[in-house]
């Protein structure tokens, strides 16, 4: 059974950035694809990055060119580097280690870690 630290979360202003990590354990799932999703106060939870195995990225256009998903598998961790932070941008947010894809947008298959707090304020 995967595990997932998430870390790197905090208060930041409007135009800051935060690199989150997130240590894996375990066997990482089987698409091999691995992702960030968010979720803020009241809404639904939502992908934000999909890194695959062939090194392919993804990421829907409200966080296209300020988010970048990267891993280094030698340390077990997928890293989310955060750019121009927006107040929209504050959720929590989780890893992911089992995307799939279907109809066009990315689901979670896999495990969930406890995620780790992103609040921007002005």
């Known amino acids: 059974q995967v595990q997932l630290v998430e870390s790197g979360g905090g208060l930041v202003q409007p135009g800051g950035s935060l690199r989150l990590s997130c240590v894996v354990s375990?066997?990482?799932?089987?698409?091999?694809?691995v992702g960030w999703y968010r979720q803020a106060p009241g809404t639904q939870r939502e992908w934000v990055a999909v890194?695959?195995?062939?090194?392919?990225?993804d990421y829907p256009e409200s966080v296209k060119g300020r988010f970048a998903i990267s891993r280094d598998k030698a340390k077990n961790t997928i890293y989310l580097q955060l750019s121009d932070l927006k107040v929209e941008d504050t959720a929590i947010y989780y890893c992911?280690?089992?995307?799939?894809?279907?109809?066009?947008?990315?689901?979670?298959?896999?495990?969930w870690g406890q995620g780790t707090q992103v609040t921007v304020f002005s």
């Open positions: 992911h280690t089992d995307m799939r894809r279907r109809s066009g947008t990315w689901f979670p298959a896999g495990s």
């Open positions: 375990g066997r990482i799932g089987i698409s091999d694809i």
């Open positions: 890194l695959t195995s062939g090194g392919s990225t």
